[in-house]
């Protein structure tokens, strides 16, 4: 199995740009999550989706980001307008019920 | 408040010693995993461990849910196993929903 994938690795954009970070959960997995980790506020949850559908988006920060899962193989994490702030890595996992498993990470730099 | 607490926050240790890392959780819990971060960012699962024992080669675990606190016993210590150790809990008896990250004890194993 290849686990989570996620594109791109390495992000550096600047103020007001659109990022979309893009995440396939592990085959047969049916909960996706997207957390990000800063050195401030350690790994936290944004939002994830069960069978496709969000459950839970209490973490999303703002208005600025959406995520979407139009499928069970694929999901986007979208920040629109991206701020300095906003720099973190964003981590991808995804889980059939109990063991969650995540990706690699997106590492996000906004200039 | 529901809480995820971890000692110590860093450790170093001599390679070839053993160390004990705690963590403490402040509810029933249906999900604990144990997670090594590794110096490149990559969360590796480590146990999947909401109550009992498990061993893994040169690591265990031991979580005793009705006393809410869980252990990661790491044996002979390498210098591959620096980074950051996490415990993520799931609260309540849904066998879906968010993990709760510890803020995580850093380790570093000198040669």
């Known amino acids: 199995d290849a686990g989570v994938i996620q594109s791109p690795r390495h992000e550096v954009t600047e103020m007001g740009q659109e990022v979309t970070l893009r995440c396939k959960p592990i085959?047969?997995?049916?909960?996706l999550f997207w957390y990000r980790q800063t050195m401030m506020r350690g790994l936290e949850l944004l939002i994830y989706?069960?069978?496709?559908?969000?459950?839970?988006d209490s973490g999303m920060p703002e208005d600025r980001f959406s995520a979407k899962m139009p499928n069970a193989s694929f999901s986007t994490l979208k920040i629109q307008p991206s701020e300095p702030r906003d720099s973190a890595v964003y981590f991808c996992?995804?889980?059939?019920?109990?063991?969650?498993?995540f990706g690699p990470g997106t590492r996000l730099t906004v200039l | 408040g529901i809480q995820v607490e971890q000692s110590p926050p860093d450790l170093i240790l001599q390679e070839g010693a053993n160390s004990t890392l705690r963590c403490n959780f402040s509810?029933?819990?249906?999900?604990l995993q144990w997670f090594h971060q590794n110096p490149w960012g990559q969360l590796i699962n480590l146990f999947y461990?909401?109550?009992g024992t498990k061993q893994n080669g040169r690591l265990s675990a031991t979580t005793v849910a009705t006393e809410r606190y869980s252990l990661l016993y790491i044996s002979s210590s390498q210098t591959t196993d620096s980074g950051v150790y996490f415990c993520?809990?799931?609260?309540?008896?849904?066998?879906?929903?968010?993990?709760?990250f510890g803020q995580g004890t850093t380790l570093q194993v000198k040669p």
């Open positions: 989706f069960n069978n496709n559908v969000p459950i839970d």
């Open positions: 993520a809990v799931r609260f309540g008896s849904s066998n879906t929903g968010k993990l709760i």
């Open positions: 996992a995804s889980s059939r019920g109990n063991e969650q498993f």
């Open positions: 461990i909401p109550s």
């Open positions: 085959s047969g997995h049916n909960s």
């Open positions: 509810d029933s819990v249906n999900n």
